[in-house]
């Protein structure tokens, strides 16, 4: 019995700890010096092998070899869209983020890269703080704990996370627990 209780405590850990990604910042990026500025800059620094703008749909579009950094998190896809909110002038303010779309190969390393997420279709709504894992086989791991889904949505702001499966592909977790512990890492 007091053994049981050690591994529901562990598994609880693991959800608290694996799954409210606190550490996952794809924050919104302000150019330095605007009046209305608040709080700590961010910066995104993105590579591809092309990049394309749209200003009347307040678009940038990078594919092939998409690389974004930021502060703790590095972001991998073959397409990435960043949708943003002008800033209502010509100015070099520019705005704000929007929301990420990543497709295709998508991987996210974050949290001092203790933490990875694949998928196929990755959506980052910035100014709700959720990332929406979905297509191929979604996964997020911790160490050689791990978690699986047809759909993981990640709520930063409220550190919590959904995980759904379908009739047919139920929600999968694997978790690691020593006997003293709680769960590895």
Not at 65 to 81: E, F, L, P, S
Not at 123 to 149: H, M
Request: proline share 2%; aromatic share 6%.
């Amino acid at each position: 019995m007091k053994r049981l209780e050690k591994t529901k405590r562990a598994v609880l850990v693991f959800l608290l700890c694996m799954l409210c990604p606190c550490g996952l910042v794809l924050a919104e990026t302000q150019e330095t010096g605007a009046e209305e500025h608040k709080g700590p800059e961010t910066a995104i620094h993105i590579t591809a092998d092309r990049l394309e703008s749209d200003h009347k749909m307040s678009l940038v579009e990078f594919s092939g070899n998409v690389m974004a950094t930021g502060d703790d998190v590095v972001i991998t896809a073959d397409r990435m869209k960043v949708f943003y909110k002008s800033g209502g002038d010509t100015s070099a303010r520019g705005g704000t983020i929007e929301k990420i779309v990543s497709e295709g190969n998508v991987k996210i390393v974050f949290d001092n890269k203790t933490k990875t997420a694949v998928a196929d279709k990755a959506v980052y709504l910035a100014g709700e703080k959720v990332l929406e894992l979905s297509g191929g086989d979604p996964k997020v791991w911790y160490g050689k704990n791990i978690v699986r889904g047809k759909k993981i949505t990640l709520f930063q702001a409220e550190n919590r996370t959904l995980v759904e499966g379908t009739d047919k592909d139920q929600v999968e977790a694997t978790l690691y627990v020593k006997e003293e512990d709680g769960l590895t890492k």
